[in-house]
């Protein structure tokens, strides 16, 4: 029988080295910005920025932006009076950061049935091999509709809700438009980078570069597709 403790162990240890081909890291809390009104810098992106195949999204340091990283490259949206302004460096500190490398990414057709968030984290828990982590996914192509938000420095002090949060910004929406969105979905991180009511936190651009923002709603329409890491 000893061969079958050896299959076994040899299961456990590829078990193990699969959970950590990409390992989810955070630093910050939505918890300690939105409660306690704790904005301040938990990392500087210029740390991350010799991290390849870097994907990220979070907060801005006292809440002046809202921040994503798609395959290294930074774009952080500011308000600045009443329009948005793009920053494309590193030169930008974190009150909250979600951050994970993947080299490789594997894609899967989104099917029509998906339709709503709610859809969206029933598909990719049921689709991804190890759902008890934290997930990293990206999405691509055209939505029916996107509501978003980026917040503004004080945004957030003393507010208790996600709706509050995001008023304290700009607010504004996409109809079939084709966009570039990343997401973390896990069931077990609400209150540090998802909200209470949620699994998955979402930040999305324009293909175009010139939007950058925190997803506050979604409705897809069977022409966009799903990658999850490999």
């Keep these: 029988m000893m061969w079958k403790r050896w299959i076994v162990l040899a299961l456990m240890i590829q078990a193990c080295e699969s959970s950590q081909?990409?390992?989810?890291?955070?630093?910050?809390?939505?918890?300690?910005?939105?409660?306690?009104?704790?904005?301040?810098?938990?990392?500087?992106?210029?740390?991350?920025?010799?991290?390849?195949?870097?994907?990220?999204?979070?907060?801005a340091e006292n809440l002046d932006g809202e921040i994503l990283i798609w395959d290294g490259q930074p774009l952080t949206a500011r308000v600045?009076?009443?329009?948005?302004?793009?920053?494309?460096?590193?030169?930008?500190?974190?009150a909250l950061?979600?951050?994970?490398?993947?080299?490789?990414?594997?894609?899967?057709?989104?099917?029509?049935?998906?339709?709503?968030?709610?859809?969206?984290?029933?598909?990719?828990?049921?689709?991804?091999?190890?759902?008890?982590?934290?997930?990293?996914?990206?999405?691509?192509?055209?939505?029916?509709?996107?509501?978003?938000?980026?917040?503004r420095p004080g945004s957030g002090e003393n507010l208790m809700t996600h709706d509050q949060h995001a008023e304290g910004g700009i607010q504004d929406s996409l109809s079939g438009t084709a966009v570039n969105i990343l997401g973390f979905y896990s069931d077990k991180h609400q209150g540090i980078f998802t909200h209470h009511s949620s699994n998955v936190h979402m930040h999305v651009k324009t293909t175009d570069k010139k939007l950058s923002a925190h997803v506050d709603d979604v409705l897809f329409n069977g022409r966009t597709k799903v990658l999850l890491p490999e």
């Design 21 to 59: 081909n990409y390992p989810v890291e955070y630093r910050g809390s939505l918890k300690s910005i939105m409660h306690d009104g704790n904005a301040s810098a938990t990392i500087d992106l210029d740390t991350l920025k010799n991290r390849s195949h870097l994907y990220a999204l979070g907060a």
């Design 80 to 94: 600045r009076g009443d329009s948005l302004i793009i920053d494309s460096t590193f030169n930008t500190k974190a």
């Design 97 to 151: 950061l979600v951050f994970v490398s993947v080299p490789k990414w594997k894609e899967l057709p989104l099917s029509e049935s998906v339709k709503t968030i709610a859809d969206l984290e029933k598909y990719i828990k049921e689709n991804h091999n190890n759902p008890a982590l934290p997930v990293p996914f990206l999405i691509t192509g055209e939505i029916e509709s996107l509501k978003w938000h980026v917040v």
